[in-house]
């Protein structure tokens, strides 16, 4: 009897399993997903062969096709979808209607892409009672193409890239490579990596939570030397408060051979002169420029500030004011501790001392009275114009 039960069970799984093919309706009916296709001759490149991405994107067309569950085109599809991009922006029109399961020449306007990236099409469903659209989960996606690798510039904001504040490829993880890069700065929890000839949007903040060392390729373990080389590096783009960073990165210093053993390959001259920012600090576009980039301010002096204050009492931020009026936040706690901010605040009858400050500029947005922090990279960083 167990027998004959066990053998019922079996038949009946057997034929539900095999309903598709025994003439019966298949489990899933209706729409299963989208066929994207480049409708014109589009050049994908190749890993050896990218494709530019021109100013104001790259313009092309797509045929979009309903699939069923049997990968066969859904004739009688009619939906909405929005057009985007895995990785980039579309700034072409993002919801179209396919009627009969087939739209053709519809124009994307790929933005934003670096590296490989993909259009992507996905079913969306506007809510009963209120304007709201959600995907329902049915997509496509476009076969792959490859534009240029990632660059600090194009991360910062070059005009194929974000214009600044804040990065256009936010939350995204990209591995900058096929540039010359130096490292400009090191601190307790990252250090600063400049794009060797590139003038503005030059550099970025590479985050390690701790003080980055080498140990791959040497004789011993060492922390990351001011000059070194990096042939390239791998992070998630994150604006932290208003600063660009890349989160938790992954690098690769370039190593030289040197009697036999391979050594870093450090280059001091490759980092750039501080760029005086005295005339751009009312300016945050300009000022947006040179984020994380090594500046200076002249003839400058310690204004008045509340040491009570949370942003000194906390972060040691004081501000620095220059001759036309115009301020600057800066932070000398952590890398030029010798300097006493408290003792050069102006008090009546003394006479302020007035300072070249050179060092790394950083961004927060919660700063006051300016949001751009000036960061010593040590006390050689500040010049004194009339101590004795």
């Known amino acids: 009897m ?43 490149g190749s890993p050896e062969h990218r494709i530019e991405n021109p100013e104001g994107g790259i313009v092309t067309k797509i045929n979009i096709t309903a699939l069923g569950y049997d990968k066969k085109p859904l004739t009688n599809y009619t939906g909405e979808v929005e057009i985007g991009m895995l990785y980039g922006e579309n700034a072409a029109v993002s919801r179209i209607t396919i009627e009969n399961g087939y739209a053709e020449n519809i124009e994307v306007k790929m933005r934003y892409c670096l590296d490989n990236d993909r259009v992507v099409v996905q079913e969306v469903k506007k ?98 030397p001011v000059g070194t080389l990096i042939e390239s590096a791998n992070g998630s783009v994150f604006e932290f408060f208003g600063f660009t960073e890349m989160s938790f990165p992954t690098f690769h210093p370039v190593y030289i051979n040197k009697n036999g053993k391979k050594e870093l390959k450090i280059d001091t001259s490759l980092i750039p002169e501080p760029k005086n920012i005295n005339d751009i600090l009312t300016d945050n576009d300009e000022m947006e420029k040179y984020e994380a980039s090594l500046v200076t301010v002249e003839n400058v002096s310690v204004d008045w500030f509340n040491e009570d204050d949370s942003s000194y009492v906390e972060y040691s931020q004081f501000p620095l004011k220059a001759a036309n009026g115009a301020s600057i936040m800066a932070q000398t706690l952590y890398t030029a501790p010798l300097f006493n901010a408290v003792a050069e605040k102006p008090v009546e009858g003394k006479t302020s001392h007035h300072y070249n400050f050179t060092g790394i500029l950083k961004q927060h947005t919660s700063a006051r009275p300016s949001t751009w922090i000036l960061v010593p990279r040590d006390m050689d960083d500040i010049e004194c114009l009339d101590c004795e």
Do not use: W
Not at 33 to 42: L, N, Q, S, W
Not at 142 to 167: D, L, M
Not at 180 to 190: D, F, K, S, T, Y
């Open 127 to 224: 809510h009963e009672g209120d304007s709201k659209y959600e995907p329902t989960g049915k997509m496509g996606v476009s076969p792959v193409f490859y534009t240029e690798v990632a660059t600090i510039s194009a991360i910062q904001g070059t005009v194929k890239g974000a214009k600044g504040n804040p990065s256009a490829f936010n939350n995204r993880n990209l591995t900058l490579k096929d540039r010359e890069m130096v490292v400009i700065a090191v601190i307790e929890g990252g250090f600063y990596l400049h794009e060797v000839g590139a003038e503005e949007y030059s550099s970025v903040y590479m985050y390690t939570y701790s003080t980055p060392y080498v140990d791959d390729n040497v004789e011993e373990s060492m922390f990351l």
């Open 2 to 44: 167990k027998n004959l039960l066990f053998l019922l069970i079996f038949f009946l799984f057997l034929a539900v399993a095999c309903g598709e093919t025994t003439g019966t309706e298949p489990k899933n009916k209706g729409l299963a997903g989208f066929a994207v296709e480049f409708a014109e001759d589009f050049d994908l």
